[in-house]
């Protein structure tokens, strides 16, 4: 009897608390080479940019707010498509300074 009256409880602790659309690691990182470090590199036209220069927090409120640069320029269409922009995001949070898998994403 007890454990049926903690089924709904596991339901609840198994559910994502926030439903949050999940973009692509790995092409994250492709399009975050391909797209972002053409300019954010060490003498590059925008500061230099890595995973770990942000933490998970950071980096979603960079995408929540989706503009791009200074300007506030809006980060999709012209740097990148909206999947693209997912797949960075998930990439970027995936290696944040605070995640519990940081990278720099190399060269």
């Avoid at 590199?41 to 950071?58: D, E, H, I, M, Y």
């Avoid at 980060?75 to 995936?94: G, R, S, V």
């Amino acid at each position: 009897m007890k454990i049926l009256a903690l089924l709904p409880l596991a339901a609840l602790l198994a559910a994502p608390l926030a439903a949050e659309d999940k973009g692509s690691d790995t092409k994250g990182k492709y399009y975050f080479k391909k797209n972002c470090k053409v300019c954010h590199v060490a003498g590059g036209s925008a500061a230099a940019l890595t995973p770990l220069s942000r933490t998970q927090a950071q980096w979603k409120k960079f995408f929540d707010a989706g503009v791009h640069g200074k300007g506030g320029e809006k980060l999709t269409p012209k740097t990148c498509t909206p999947a693209q922009a997912l797949d960075i995001k998930t990439f970027l949070m995936n290696h944040a300074s605070d995640s519990p898998q940081p990278e720099t994403c190399g060269g």
